[in-house]
Structure formats: C-alpha cells, structure tokens
C-alpha cells in the first residue's frame, strides 16, 4: 500500500535528512581525498583562462535524490566522483549532453551513458 498524505511527507522528510547528512559526509570526505590526490589543485587552475583545454570537470553520479519529481533538479541533488578533465567542446560534440542548471560560475551539464546511469560536466568558469 503506497504512503499517501502526511505519512509520505514525514517519509520523505526523513529520507531528505539522511540524505543531506549522507551528503555533508560524503563532500567532506572527498575534499579532503581531493587535497591529497592533488584533484583539488587541479580544479583551481582549471579555473584560470589559459587552462581552457582541460576546464571542463567530467563527474559519475554515485547517487541521485529529491524530495520531489516536480522540484528543479539541482547539482545538491547528486553525490558525483570525480572522473577526468575535458576540453569544453566535448558538451558540444555529443548528442546525449543537456544542460542541466546554470549558475554565476558554472554550467552543469548531464550526459546519459547507459540507462539509467548518469554522467555530469560541470564546465568551468562561465563569461557573460
């Protein structure tokens, strides 16, 4: 019998919860693994004009969560492991990348490899 009214919402409230906390986990622990493994330095100086080539982040989604379908899907909305760096033209050059959310600083794209398996590109620095 599926949950419906105030029981759905208190599900959902409580999945949101562990998931934010699953988070906060998560992204502190891959920061630092990122200080050792030298990945963080290389995301600052893909952040610099001249690293144009490379500026682009390719991550795998490890897991996804909303607390509603009808919700704007945002980067929060994803736990992502860093895969490699790409040339920006490779948003361009393939058919299955959508642009999934835009901000001050980045445009995040999504890129479906097999169903149901997800890819994001976070593209460096943005000019407007």
């Given amino acids: 019998m599926p949950l419906i009214g105030n029981w759905l919402v ?3 409230l409580v999945t949101t919860t562990l998931y934010n906390l699953l988070r906060f986990l998560f992204i502190t622990v891959q920061r630092i ?3 050792l493994n030298g990945t963080a330095k290389k995301l600052r100086e893909a952040r610099l004009p001249q690293n144009y080539e490379r500026s682009a982040q390719v991550l795998n989604v490890v897991l996804r969560y909303k607390f509603c379908r ?3 899907t945002k980067v929060q909305n994803f736990l992502c492991t ?4 790409e040339n920006p033209r490779y948003i361009i050059d393939n058919e299955n990348v959508t642009l999934m959310t835009i901000n001050e600083h980045d445009a995040v794209f ?3 490899k097999d169903k149901g398996r ?3 590109i976070q593209s460096g620095p943005i000019k407007m």
């Fill in 118 to 120: 997800r890819t994001v």
């Fill in 33 to 35: 693994y990122w200080q």
């Fill in 110 to 112: 999504c890129e479906t």
């Fill in 82 to 85: 860093h895969n490699r760096f």
């Fill in 10 to 12: 208190a599900q959902r």
């Fill in 70 to 72: 009808l919700l704007r």
